[in-house]
């Protein structure tokens, strides 16, 4: 089985690839390349920086961990492009709140910690996203760290 973060991820990318918001199913998880105009709007899920963190759980010997995940609502940049970033946004933001299959997952709960417009690119192409934060925290076994409990 896959590791914890992998599986939330995953459930992530399930989630907002059925969900109905512009960006339909492209969906991206951990991109290598730079997305291109006709990949656009899209959604592009990465582990922040601050990745996981692990902490003692007060029962059973068990950790409660929590993932960082950066969600990018990414469109291409026009006039109006805060006012889109931000429905966007907003749909994602729904998506996710209301998820069953990440209240499974998440079983300490989730919720995002900020949300920011962002432009990025360079002259040829800008592309403006409203970046979202989210933490999900959930228990494991540190000996099985693929199990969610």
């Known amino acids: 089985m896959a590791h914890a973060q992998q599986q939330i991820l995953d459930a992530l990318h399930s989630v907002l690839a059925a969900g109905g918001t512009v960006a339909a199913g492209r969906v991206f998880v951990d991109p290598i390349d730079p997305l291109q105009p006709a990949q656009l709007p899209a959604i592009v899920l990465e582990e922040s920086s601050s990745g996981e963190s ?70 040829e192409i800008l592309f403006a996203s409203r970046l979202q934060t989210w933490v999900f925290a959930y228990l494991v076994r540190p000996e099985a760290p693929d199990i969610l409990l």
């Open 54 to 123: 692990a902490e003692p759980f007060t029962i059973s010997s068990l950790e409660r961990r929590e993932l960082t995940v950066q969600v990018h609502c990414i469109i291409s940049h026009k006039s109006s492009a805060a006012a889109d970033t931000r429905a966007f946004g907003l749909a994602v933001e729904k998506l996710l709140a209301a998820s069953p299959t990440l209240a499974a997952l998440a079983s300490q709960g989730w919720h995002m910690t900020s949300s920011r417009p962002v432009l990025n690119g360079d002259a």
